[in-house]
T-cell receptor, first 112, second 111 residues
């Protein structure tokens, strides 16, 4: 079955710097790659996703890149702010009626 | 506005008890999921369902069962609770392979 790995497990950056979180997946049939953000004590929420027919997607300060050949995808956060501090989960899934497999998470701390 | 609710935020049970965790969504989503969240292990899928009365095992189904009698409700059952089932349990729902909307979670402690 699908296996999703995520690195680093913890990341600390200065406010204003960029943060990059990387994930790899094992099942070449996966074609949907969402990213979720979970603030302390809250539920995970989708922040951005990408499908396999696209190599990059941007939404303001966040962007995701996908390399299907290498089976890895990354989350990039630019101009980090303290409110970006959270646990970020990457995930991978195939088409309809299949499970979404999450990575173990990255705890991001943005230091003011 | 999207809404996924779970029956309890905190629950304390004793070893051997039967435990029911309920999840309700009001978005008419076909897919519903149960995860457990443990530090350093992320979100691990226990069971999911893509239709009423349908269920599929996730990665860690042992010790759990589920029930989906109505589209909006997905129940997780611990037949005989054990201490290693102490965890945060998160329910989610989605339409097709799309955004998952999570409930607030139930922190279960088994003594």
């Amino acid at each position: 079955g699908e296996n999703v790995e995520q690195h680093p497990s913890t990341l600390s950056v200065q406010e204003g710097d960029s943060a990059v979180i990387k994930c790899t997946y094992s099942d070449s049939a996966s074609n949907y790659f969402p990213w979720y953000k979970q603030e302390l004590g809250k539920r995970p929420q989708l922040i951005i996703d990408i499908r396999s027919n696209v190599g990059e997607k941007k939404d303001q300060r966040i962007a995701v890149t996908l390399n299907k050949t290498a089976k890895h995808f990354s989350l990039h956060i630019t101009e980090t702010q303290p409110e970006d501090s959270a646990v970020y989960f990457c995930a991978a899934a195939k088409t309809s009626y299949d499970k979404v497999i999450f990575g173990p998470g990255t705890s991001l701390s943005v230091i003011p | 506005d999207v809404k996924v609710t779970q029956s309890s935020r905190y629950l304390v049970k004793r070893t051997g008890e039967k435990v029911f965790l309920e999840c309700v969504q009001d978005m008419d989503h076909e897919n519903m999921f149960w995860y457990r969240q443990d530090p350093g292990l992320g979100l691990r899928l226990i069971y999911f369902s893509y239709d009423v009365k349908m269920k599929e095992k996730g990665d860690i189904p042992e010790g759990y069962s589920v029930s989906r009698e109505k589209k909006e409700r997905f129940s997780l059952i611990l037949e005989s609770a054990s201490t290693n089932q102490t965890s945060m349990y998160l329910c989610a729902s989605s339409y097709d392979t799309d955004t998952q909307y999570f409930g607030p979670g139930t922190r279960l402690t088994v003594l």
